[in-house]
T-cell receptor, first 113, second 115 residues
Framework: ETGVTQTPRHLVMGMTNKKSLKCEQH?????MYWYKQSAKKPLELMFV???????ENNSVPSRFSPECPNSSHLFLHLHTLQPEDSALYLC????????????FGQGTRLTVV | AQSVTQLGSHVSVSEGALVLLRCNYS??????LFWYVQYPNQGLQLLLK??????LVKGINGFEAEFKKSETSFHLTKPSAHMSDAAEYFC?????????????FGRGTSLIVHP
């Protein structure tokens, strides 16, 4: 149990579907992140929320839409995805200082068909 | 800007042999450095971290890493590999962005352990 829970663990969706990934942390952290991990590629930072405000968005396509309603919850809303968006999506949280390591959820394995 | 380079996308060792995974960093300020491990279909788990103080850092599962400022390195070692150590290992450094400190990861090194 890492303290960061992601649901669902696996998701298969068509290119015209709309779905959402959920992340919840019970660690009292004030920063949360979405990463994309594709085969043969490095971890890609997608979004960062600190104190519930978005502080970084690394040029992610608009078909990915994050939402952070409070410091414990983070969502990634998906719509009209492409097959190349198939990947492991990882959520992480940390405390708002340099020494705070990131705690990761187990990820959502997304397959776009 | 800060960055991390992991030398070698794959490292293969025999069970019982020394494990050495290399990480070099680039940072304009004193870095905070981390090593994470990822098992198949799992998230990343912290192995160890260096913030300040002692440059030799001990982590879980018998791993340790030494911060060498003169070499801008933070290599991960373990004296004797076990089959259960087979996994993906990531080196990371934090960088500042908009008042927050965001981890930047290397490309990862896959550790293969042979019987």
């Amino acid at each position: 149990e890492t303290g960061v829970t992601q649901t669902p663990r696996h998701l298969v969706m068509g290119m015209t579907n709309k779905k959402s990934l959920k992340c919840e942390q019970h660690l009292g952290h004030n920063a949360m992140y979405w990463y994309k991990q594709s085969a043969k590629k490095p971890l890609e930072l997608m979004f960062v929320y600190s104190l519930e405000e978005r502080v970084e968005n690394n040029s992610v396509p608009s078909r990915f839409s994050p939402e952070c309603p409070n410091s414990s919850h983070l969502f990634l809303h998906l719509h009209t995805l492409q097959p190349e968006d198939s990947a492991l999506y990882l959520c992480a949280s940390s405390q708002h200082d340099r020494g705070g390591e990131a705690f990761f959820g187990q990820g959502t394995r997304l397959t776009v068909v | 800007a800060q960055s991390v380079t992991q030398l070698g996308s794959h490292v293969s060792v025999s069970e019982g042999a020394l494990v050495l995974l290399r990480c070099n960093y680039s940072s304009s300020v004193p870095p905070y450095l981390f090593w994470y491990v990822q098992y198949p279909n799992q998230g990343l788990q912290l192995l160890l971290k260096y913030t300040t103080g002692a440059t030799l850092v001990k982590g879980i599962n018998g791993f340790e890493a030494e911060f060498k400022k003169s070499e801008t390195s933070f290599h991960l070692t373990k004296p004797s590999a076990h089959m259960s150590d087979a996994a993906e290992y990531f080196c990371a450094v934090t960088h500042a962005s908009g008042g927050s400190y965001i981890p930047t990861f290397g490309r990862g090194t896959s550790l293969i352990v042979h019987p």
